[in-house]
Structures are given as structure tokens and as C-alpha cells.
T-cell receptor, first 112, second 113 residues
Framework: QQQVKQSPQSLIVQKGGISIINCAYE??????FPWYQQFPGKGPALLIAIRPDVSEKKEGRFTISFNKSAKQFSLHIMDSQPGDSATYFC???????????FGTGTKLQVIP | ETGVTQTPRHLVMGMTNKKSLKCEQHLGHNAMYWYKQSAKKPLELMFV???????ENNSVPSRFSPECPNSSHLFLHLHTLQPEDSALYLCASSQAGGPYEQYFGPGTRLTVT
């Protein structure tokens, strides 16, 4: 019940295209859903996050869509660029608990 | 130095060695974490410290021994490791009272031979 399932495992997108990464969770007590971006040789960095009281959050080319009833959320990267090539992790956490549950990651490659 | 730093960046050790990983955060946070990152597996939380006190030990084998002398420094002491312990070890920090925004260091790539 603590798992966050992430798909796909890897993704190849052409420059200018839309990258979409999906995550699903079971525990309805989760109340914060961040996405992390990790480049090779670096630690994960917080990219964007959403709470379940909103259905969408947009920051620049990055958008989180959240479907509370389906217990799913997704990251959309618009106008994908080669510099977006990285591994993306979805995650979930709940108030009062210091554990963050991470997905298994999606390796995104944006080709010119 | 800014953010979260970790040393060494790479470490190769034999199964009978003793070594330590170091983490330092320059963000004024009061919670620190150790994670293990293995290929194709979710990040595994190992330990959590709040205000220098260990508040979480995620069933980690005793061959991993954490130490947090103050809110800015975190160590992971390693001894008699196994080859399956080879992984990227990540340190993170955040404000205590909420895990909401964790800031990660670059990690230490550990290889156990």
C-alpha cells in the first residue's frame, strides 16, 4: 500500500515533443506528490510538486496532472529539449511522516 | 559550498574494510537522511535524523552505522560490507516537521569488492 508505481521505465521523445510519465498510488493518506529530476552523477532535485486539492499545476514547460479518484498523477514535459534528458522520479508523502515513497524512475532521452 | 555536499564521491572497498561517508548541508535544515539508490529499484530510505536524533531506521543491517553530530553533518560508517551493498548512497536534508522538500547531495558511488 506504500508503493508508488511508475511507468514507463524508459522513454525516447523527439525534440519539441511531449514527454508523459505516469504514476499510481494506493495509499489515500498521501497528501503531497513531488517529482524529482536526476542527471547522471547528481542527486535528485525537486522539480515540481502538487497537493491533491488541485488537479493540475504548471511550472514553465512542466505540468503535473492529478486524478484523485483514480489515484494517479502524471508529469508532462512540453516542448521537450535534449537538456531534459534525465531520470525522473515521482514520489508521495503524507503529513506527519518523514518517509517519502519514490517510484522506480523513468529514464527520458530527448533526441534532436 | 552550497546545498548538500558528500564525500567521497567514489569509494571502492573490500568486504573487511572500514570506511565512512560524509555529508554536510549548508541550507540551515534540521533533518537529514541517508538513502540507498540501486539500479531499477526505488530509492530506499535508510535513516532519518531530526535535530541530531535518529527518528527512523528502516531495518538497515548493522554493518551500516549512522552518526549525526549536529544538524549540519551526517556520517555513514561502513564495515564488513557485502557486494550487494554496492550502490549510490545519497544524503538529503529538509526542514524537520515535514519531508516535503528534500534536497539531495550528489551521492557517493560505493563499490564493494
Amino acid at each position: 500500500q506504500q508503493q508508488v508505481k511508475q511507468s514507463p521505465q524508459s522513454l525516447i521523445v523527439q525534440k519539441g515533443g511531449i514527454s508523459i510519465i505516469n504514476c499510481a498510488y494506493e495509499n489515500t493518506a498521501f497528501d503531497y506528490f513531488p517529482w524529482y529530476q536526476q542527471f547522471p552523477g547528481k542527486g535528485p532535485a525537486l522539480l515540481i510538486a502538487i497537493r491533491p486539492d488541485v488537479s493540475e499545476k504548471k511550472e514553465g514547460r512542466f505540468t503535473i496532472s492529478f486524478n484523485k479518484s483514480a489515484k494517479q498523477f502524471s508529469l508532462h514535459i512540453m516542448d521537450s529539449q535534449p537538456g531534459d534528458s534525465a531520470t525522473y522520479f515521482c514520489a508521495a508523502s503524507m503529513a506527519g511522516y518523514q518517509k517519502v515513497t519514490f517510484g522506480t524512475g523513468t529514464k527520458l532521452q530527448v533526441i534532436p | 559550498e552550497t546545498g548538500v555536499t558528500q564525500t567521497p564521491r567514489h569509494l571502492v572497498m573490500g568486504m573487511t574494510n572500514k570506511k565512512s561517508l560524509k555529508c554536510e548541508q549548508h541550507l540551515g535544515h534540521n533533518a537529514m537522511y541517508w538513502y540507498k539508490q540501486s539500479a531499477k529499484k526505488p530509492l530506499e530510505l535508510m535513516f532519518v535524523y531530526n535535530f541530531k536524533e535518529q527518528t527512523e531506521n528502516n531495518s538497515v543491517p548493522s554493518r551500516f552505522s549512522p552518526e549525526c553530530p549536529n544538524s549540519s553533518h551526517l556520517f555513514l560508517h561502513l564495515h564488513t560490507l557485502q557486494p550487494e551493498d554496492s550502490a549510490l548512497y545519497l544524503c538529503a536534508s529538509s526542514q524537520a516537521g515535514g519531508p516535503y522538500e528534500q534536497y539531495f547531495g550528489p551521492g557517493t558511488r560505493l563499490t564493494v569488492t
